[in-house]
Structures are given as C-alpha cells and as structure tokens.
C-alpha cells in the first residue's frame, strides 16, 4: 500500500470502532471465509483496512461499507488501484445489498461494531436472499446467543431470528489484545450459512418477528400471559405447544407454527 497516505484517524466511542490489528487472527479469518472465484464479497466496518488489505488481494469484486465519513476517503484512495474494489460511504443499518449486486448473492464479512451488531443481524435477514454466506466477527456474548440452545440462559430473541433462517456456529475466539483499542469484553468468529428452507411452517418474516418480539418481552412469564390478547391458550395448544411453556424453551419452528396458527385463525 502506499506509504504517503493520510494519516489515519484515532478510533471513535461512537461508532464503536475496535481496529484488528492482530495478523495471525487476520489470516484465520481470511482462510475461514474460503473465497471462490468470481465470489463477491461485501464487508462491513473495514475500518483502517486490516482485513480489507487482504481481501483486494484475492481478486474478487468487493463492497466495502463504511460509516466514518474521514476513513471512506483513505480507503478510496488505498484500494485506488484495485478496479473491483467499491467504497461505500454509509450506514450498514440501512445498507440495501441488491445496489451491490443483482444477480448473485453475497459473500459478507467484517468487524461488526459490537452497539449495533443485534440490529444489524436483524437487518440482514430481510435480504438473506442476497446473501450466500455471512462470516463476522462479534461480541462473545453475541455470539454464544446465536448458538444457543432453547432453554438455556443465552437463548432468546436473537437466538429464534437468527435461527429460523441461518445454520451458525462459531469458529474460534478472539482476545482483546488483538484489537486497538482493546474492548473489556472477549469476541468470537461467527460463521452463518443459509437454510435452504425457514424451520416450520413457511410464514411472513414480519409476523414471526413481532410474535417472537411479544413473546421474550416478558421472557419470565408463561407463553398464556405474554401472548395474552396475542395468542389464546386453545391456539397456542392448536399449535403443539405448551401454553405454560416458557418463551426460552421453544424452538424457531415451534414459534413458526404459532404464527401459522395465528395467521389461520384472522383469516377464519
């Protein structure tokens, strides 16, 4: 890279910028994200390009999404030489994946800053069409709610959303000391591969989300009094599941066929 670039700008609280730095944690990524030819990749949050400095290298066109308004100049002008690279200058919250790419679905990737990566994963799932495979990193505490089991203390909301759409599985763990500045918290490598099929019963993305949302609002409580006026206990029961069951214990396709079932008895 060249060596008379800008110097680059201080990492700021409010966009939770943590910079890789750490090289051997950098080429594991790389390799775990086994890149094919004519494969498009996009990442989100490059940073101060660590990660990106070896992604340009594979070839392969790729979208770097960046909300820093000084880095995205710095980027454009590092990767200036590299005619597939594209530098994005906005919100991956608001990012629309089909502006990368019509045809062919995504590869994604990056340092996901930990204050906004839930909603960001949210986000995602609407456009997981567009997405061939997701490979991220993320907060430890995150990332042990996307693998989580149903009844255990770290399933929950994230978990069902996820779940329902994407096969997950962390890959390794990551210490602070690999970052600057160092987070207080430990992070994970996320790998998340599409379903070819939603578990149960196929339903509107935007019904299941707001039962699965009404339903952890009071996750202590029984599924008959957080889903009250919501769900009556005879539906609930119509959908094979346990009215006094508790939120956490039921699994993406159980909450599907309560959706199912919702949706049957409005149209009734």
């Avoid at 990056?110 to 456009?127: A, E, M, T």
């Avoid at 978990?159 to 962390?170: D, E, N, Q």
């Avoid at 202590?220 to 094979?240: D, H, M, P, Q, Y």
Wanted: proline share 7%; net charge positive.
């Amino acid at each position: 890279m060249d060596p008379d670039q800008p110097a680059l700008p201080r990492p700021r609280k409010r966009f939770g910028q943590h910079f890789l730095h750490d090289a051997g944690v950098i080429r594991r990524i790389v390799d775990s994200i086994d890149l094919q030819t004519g494969e498009i990749l996009c990442e989100i949050g490059p940073g101060q390009g660590a990660l990106s400095d070896h992604l340009v290298r594979t070839g392969n066109a790729l979208h770097l999404v960046e909300i820093d308004r000084d880095l995205v100049p710095i980027l454009r002008q590092r990767y200036a030489q590299y005619s597939k690279v594209s530098v994005h200058q906005c919100d991956a919250l608001t990012v629309e994946l089909h502006k990368f790419s019509s045809d062919q679905p995504l590869v994604m990737a990056g340092n996901l800053p930990y204050n906004i990566s839930s909603v960001l994963l949210i986000h995602l799932l609407s456009q997981r069409a567009r997405i061939s495979r997701m490979l991220f990193m993320l907060q430890k505490e995150v990332a042990q709610r996307l693998v989580a089991q149903p009844g255990t203390k770290e399933y929950g909301r994230l978990s069902v959303m996820v779940g329902r759409l994407f096969k997950t599985g962390i890959l390794f763990d990551v210490g602070p000391g690999a970052f600057t500045p160092p987070p207080k918290v430990w992070s994970s490598i996320v790998a998340l591969q599409p379903r070819l099929e939603p578990l149960g019963p196929k339903v509107p993305d935007e019904a299941f989300e707001t039962l699965v949302r009404q339903a952890f609002s009071q996750r202590r409580k029984t599924l008959r009094n957080t889903l009250k006026g919501v769900c009556s206990e005879t539906l609930i029961e119509s959908a094979g599941v346990d009215p006094s069951a508790r939120p956490q214990t039921l699994s993406p396709a159980d909450y599907a066929r309560l959706v199912s079932q919702q949706l049957s008895a409005a149209n009734c």
